[in-house]
């Protein structure tokens, strides 16, 4: 992440799911869900199923997309994990991040030997990188948004 000068970093989404009370990982750039059978992983979780060799993990794809050589390529970048703490659109907030480090790992400064990287907390915990989200009551519920 430090001291590569390019493609040191991947982005992809993570969507909250009420109904599976969890985040999922999206990646809209391969157009892959990671599944493991039939659960849908966020990318810890494909991080541990690589790690294991899963022997059902697969993907969910409307195009030909190939899960083999998709997890070859993924997983170089399945080690830190950042996201901004605030998402919301149209509304000012400080851009304050939060990074995944994996315990005794270098909490990195820089991202491709140039950028610095500012306004970072870091945490060792999974639990608290993907902590459901705030104020989505009428997610979980169900309820639809009244228009006028």
């Known amino acids: ?3 590569r000068a390019s493609a040191a970093g ?11 009370g969890k985040w999922v990982m999206v990646d809209s750039q391969a157009d892959i869900i990671p599944m ?17 060799d899963a022997p059902n993990l697969t993907v ?5 997309a190939k899960p083999r050589s998709y997890f070859k390529w ?13 998402n919301r659109y149209g509304v000012k907030s400080s851009r304050t991040g939060l990074m995944l480090v994996p315990l005794g790992a270098h909490k990195p400064v820089v991202f491709q030997r140039t950028e610095a990287i500012h306004n ?3 945490t060792n ?9 705030t104020g989505t009551d009428w997610l979980a519920a169900g309820s639809e948004i009244e228009t006028r």
């Open 1 to 3: 992440m430090q001291t």
């Open 10 to 20: 991947h982005a992809l989404a993570e969507a909250w799911l009420p109904d599976l």
């Open 36 to 52: 493991l059978g039939d659960k849908p992983l966020n990318a810890v979780e494909l991080q541990q199923a690589l790690l294991t």
């Open 60 to 64: 969910l794809t409307s195009t030909d």
């Open 74 to 86: 993924v997983n170089q970048y399945l080690f830190y994990f950042d996201t901004v703490m605030d």
């Open 120 to 122: 970072i907390r870091y």
């Open 125 to 133: 915990s999974v639990a608290t990188f993907y902590a459901p989200p």
